[in-house]
């Protein structure tokens, strides 16, 4: 065993029990942050409980609005963070559960274990001596947009505490309770919207030569979308678009509409096909709508990339799982999507997924669900998810240190000129 695996295992069994002593109040704090859900750029109240659930070990400082960045271990160097989703979502619950939410917003994303997980984690480090530098993300806006990480990578957390890995961990029905998925390369699309307006000439509906039909262009537009999808994006590629909108006329039965709208989400999963499958989409809606003596115009509206996993640290978290006792789990891939996909794209890093499913008569039911309600224990798996990723992340990161002599004897020190990202090939796998 290298030095560098034996101080990190060493490490391991003691972060492990210190974060044993943290789990009971991480569990409480993670029911009353349950019943006190807070919508998607108004996460202020819970930023301000987190960071009190920390004010005697860490300091945060403010970003992003709602949210907070927060270190400890080396002040100095280069350090690994975990994020923490903030906000909640616009659903009334109906989990039943004593520690309900109630107001119509509630916590069906499990964002609520993150947080507390992320809170014992960084107190369980305390006093552990870490070899990096600990970053907790506190991010707002996961759910919404304009998209809380890209607003905290771009205001220049990453730069400031020389991230070098970004690690997360979501909660997931799919995946069997109790057990953690990693996985290298693609995990989740790339999300853009599009949106076409038809039009046209309005008129009676008993005098339709006398008009231009949008309603007929804007119906065979919607038909044509998955027919471009299939001949322009090859079916290796996993892709897709879906209409969640499509409107015309204002109610009443003999007015043909002088416009019409379709509202549609685009998942990909390679750079390339975003810009490719729009302007396809385009040229079809162009084509379609002068058909019928209208016109189109396509926008796009730009969301997250596609969150790819740096596959090393996917493997190095899978070895590190197995030491602490956690099951692994076939990768979760899925044409959902996460803004952690813009800390991947500005540092080599790994979304993990933390097992929630509970089969039987009462199947835990999907995110979103107005009845999702991962169990207390979530909190613990979770947390061991994060500190399995930071793990991997310091081997790799010391390693790479180690490789370059910056680390001489058993004095292990970690070069203070280590640079973001510099410790690995970029997040550009193809999904
Ligand atoms: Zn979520």
Known sequence: MSPTITRLTDLATRWNIALAHELPAARRLRRELHAAPCLSGHEHPARTRIVEALSDLIVFEQTADAGAVGRTGPADGPAIAVRAELDALPVTELTGASFAAVGGVMHACGHDV????????????????????????????????????????????????????????????????????????????????????????GGHGAYPHDASDTVAAIAHIALGIPEVVRRTVSPLRPALISVGTLTAGEGAANVLPAEARIFATMRTTDPADRSTLFDAVRAMAERTAAAYGTTATTTRIEGEPALINDAALAAGADDWLARLGVDGAEPMRSLGADDFSYFCDAVPSLMLFAGVETPGEHPQPALHHPRFLPEDDAVDL???????????????????????????????????GEKAGSSGAGPDGEG
């Not at 014992?120 to 907790?136: F, M, N, Q, S």
């Not at 220049?156 to 990693?182: K, M």
């Open 382 to 416: 979770v947390a061991r998810a994060l500190m399995a990723g930071y793990l991997a992340a310091a081997e790799r990161v010391l390693g790479i240190a180690h490789h370059r002599g910056d680390i001489a004897g058993s004095g292990d020190t970690v070069g203070s």
């Open 114 to 201: 993150h947080q507390a997980a992320v809170v014992a984690l960084l107190r369980a480090a305390e006093h552990l001596d870490l070899p990096l530098g600990l970053v907790g993300l506190l991010q707002p806006r996961e759910e919404s947009y304009p998209s809380g990480a890209l607003e905290m990578v771009e205001a220049g957390v990453i730069e400031r505490h020389g991230i070098a890995h970004v690690i997360g961990a979501h909660v997931h029905p799919g995946v069997a309770r109790g057990a953690v998925a990693a996985g290298g390369g693609f995990i989740n699309a790339a999300a853009d919207e599009i949106e076409i307006r038809v039009e046209g000439r």
